[in-house]
């Protein structure tokens, strides 16, 4: 079966290794960017199915990351925003994406949300 591919983006690495532990206890395959730039370098050498993206990161943040990533080639990539910052509510209803989850995010809350987005593949049936 076919692994789906999560592409986590925050410059806390603290919070890329958990989220990323995580995700491949849970048979995700992970990739993983420090800043918008280099989720959209990751994304030109392996497209994801789904992006986890925090908003305050250097270099490029997530809404400069998500313009550029809607107009390119992985335009309709889903994104579920992970952020801590106040103003974030607000960010994620002028932005093009998926889903959000506040900082720090429970467990189960954000396995929900991927699943939500990224339905399991049903078992097939011998
Ligand atoms: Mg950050």
New binding site residues.
């Given amino acids: 079966m076919e692994q789906r591919r999560i592409l986590v983006v925050?410059?806390?690495s603290d919070?890329l290794d958990a989220t990323s532990a995580l995700l491949e206890i849970e048979g995700y395959a992970v990739a993983r960017a420090r800043n918008g730039r280099e989720a959209l370098r990751s994304l030109a050498v392996e497209a994801a199915d789904l992006i986890l993206l925090?908003?305050?990161?250097p270099v490029m943040d997530g809404v400069d990351f998500c313009l550029a990533l809607r107009s390119g080639e992985h335009g309709k990539t889903p994104v579920i925003v992970i952020?801590?910052d106040q103003t974030a509510p607000r960010k994620v209803r002028e932005m093009d994406v998926q889903g959000f989850l506040g900082k720090p995010f429970d467990v189960d809350a954000l396995l929900r949300e991927i699943r939500r987005i990224l339905p399991p593949p049903s078992p097939t049936v011998h």
């Avoid at 925090?54 to 990161?57: A, R, S, T, W, Y």
């Fill in positions: 925050d410059d806390d919070v925090d908003l305050m990161m952020s801590a």
